[in-house]
């Protein structure tokens, strides 16, 4: 079967142990840095909608959005405005990089808490921004935080838990970032009515949810992969132990030692990933993040209200849709922390991918025959592309959005775990400044066709998955490795190194 897979023994083996209640809160308090990262992604949508920021940082853009004579793609067409989005992810993608060595060096509880401390500095910069600049290196504060968290909490996450519900709590961290969108929104709904100051307090109230990850983080324990690699044997013992809810756990531990001891003789981690053995997971962490951005899903996230104004409907009611709009993740993302265990990871991408698809060239086709940017789009139409964006909302909230971050985080052996997740989150906040900081201008130029464009890259991608993906639901992350071994064409990456060998049957051997 095309991308399948045929588990081999060694993936067999049951850890023993239970769900318990230390893990899920560990795992919901790590997650609230999900909750800070969707907090800063939906907010500043709004915010840039708002007459009074304008006025103070860009007002320039103001004269543009009241022009009688302005063409509605090209209203917020400016480069400021989108740099204003877009450093926090520039900023995001170099703090990573420092991350990935503060996360192997210090763990992953610690490299949380200093996010935390990061979000919270940037969040009060911005309420209390005088100047462009002064709101730029609030920004700048959130992108390292951003960079800190999204390095930390997934890795925390998958070695926090059980094989059998990885999967649903590693998706409690893309809930996280749904719940702080559709926050951020309704924030945005409120404080557009406060003037002159209501962007002040959207922009601060980002210390709220930052809060709660500093001071929540520190009542966590590191995980006990984090702490064995360091050195803690024991420590590492008594929190798996705890977290397993039983004493018997020598076998994990034993994997987790040997897993440690093969790590600690990584001295170059961001060398071992370009190794031929590491060549699948290399590949998914590059081109995983990319494919995310390119379904086009920021260009909702972050600029909602602007285009609902832009296709007719007023200030409060495109905050009101944006709102709307951020209901259907949290939707999506509840049906799939109970089944994301159960239906797998290739099945959601796939049919996601599919609903994306569909609705994109739909929307695209809908603007291109009745809006021609001139005149404001008819009410009637309107609703139908904001039922069609929501349910592109739904497809790829339970695909590309939370299996974009699970996937990654699951796949590398330890060696070069933070490594790789580095390089995944470095390449994801890349292509997200990338997105940020044209596509106003993209919208501008290329009008409609631009969700022609997401949607020839959705089709991309799907066939990406079908054909390179394998399953690797309920595999034990330290044995994740002879999920790559058994696939139809990543095998010949391991047989070439003499990893594995083919038996008599055919079938590899390991």
């Known amino acids: ?13 049951e850890y023993a142990g239970r769900t318990t209640t230390v893990v899920v809160l560990a795992c919901a308090v790590a997650a609230t840095g999900g909750l800070v990262f969707g907090y800063d992604l939906g907010i500043s949508g709004g915010v840039i909608s708002m007459d009074d920021f304008l006025q103070k940082f860009f007002p320039i853009v103001i004269v543009k959005k009241h022009s009688v004579h302005q063409n509605h793609y090209c209203k917020y067409d400016n480069q400021g405005l989108q740099a204003f989005t877009s450093s926090l992810y520039i900023a995001g993608l170099v703090s990573t990089l420092l991350a990935s060595y503060i996360t192997r060096r210090k763990g992953r509880r610690f490299t949380i808490i200093a996010g935390g401390l990061s979000f919270l500095i940037g969040s009060c910069l911005n309420a209390a921004a005088q100047n462009l600049d002064m709101l730029i290196i609030g ?7 951003v960079g800190f968290s999204n390095q930390a909490v997934p890795l925390y996450l998958s070695e926090m838990a059980p094989a059998k519900i990885r999967g649903g709590l590693n998706v409690m961290f893309q809930l996280a970032i749904s719940y702080g969108v559709l926050i951020a929104n309704l924030i945005n709904y409120g404080t557009s009515k406060a003037k002159p100051w209501g962007w002040r307090l959207s922009l601060g109230l980002a210390a709220v949810p930052s809060s709660m990850l500093t001071f929540g983080s520190l009542l966590l324990s590191d995980t006990p992969n984090s702490l064995i690699e360091r050195g803690y044997l024991k420590e590492g013992q008594n929190v798996l132990q705890r977290i397993r809810g039983v ?14 001891r093969l790590a600690n003789q990584v001295k170059h981690p961001f060398q071992n990933i370009l190794e031929r053995r590491n060549r699948p997971q290399f590949t998914m962490a590059l081109f995983i993040p990319f494919f995310q951005q390119m379904t086009g899903i920021n260009v909702i996230t972050f600029y909602a209200p602007e285009f609902f104004q832009t296709i007719g409907f007023g200030s409060s009611s495109s905050l009101y849709s944006a709102v709307i709009l951020g209901i259907f993740p949290i939707i999506g993302l509840k049906i799939l922390i109970w089944k994301v265990d159960k239906w797998g990871r290739r099945g959601p991408f796939i049919w ?3 609903l994306m698809f569909i609705c994109q060239v ?10 021609t940017g001139t005149s404001e789009l008819s009410k009637g139409w309107a609703v139908v592309i904001m039922i069609l964006m929501c349910i592109y909302v739904l497809g790829f909230i339970c695909s590309w959005g939370a299996l974009g971050g699970l996937i990654p985080s699951e796949i590398f052996p330890l060696d070069i775990r933070p490594a790789g997740q580095s390089l995944n989150v470095s390449i994801q906040l890349f292509f997200i400044f990338a997105v940020a900081q044209v596509f106003l201008s993209m919208f501008c130029h290329m009008r409609y066709g631009i969700f022609f464009f ?28 002879h999920v790559w071994q058994q696939h139809w064409y990543w095998k010949k990456f391991f047989i070439n190194n003499g990893d594995v060998s083919p038996n008599m049957d055919g079938e590899l051997k390991v």
């Open 1 to 13: 079967m095309v991308g399948g897979i045929v588990l081999p023994a060694a993936t067999d083996k």
């Open 352 to 354: 996601g991918g599919f």
């Open 139 to 145: 920004r700048i504060m959130l992108g390292v935080g």
């Open 362 to 371: 739909s929307i695209g086709s809908i603007l291109g025959i009745k809006f």
């Open 247 to 260: 004493s018997e756990v020598n076998v994990e531990f034993s994997d987790l030692v040997e897993a440690s």
């Open 454 to 481: 997401f949607g020839g890259w959705v089709a991309v991608m799907t066939i990406f998955v079908y054909l390179f993906l394998p399953e690797t639901m309920n595999v034990p992350i330290e044995q994740m490795v």
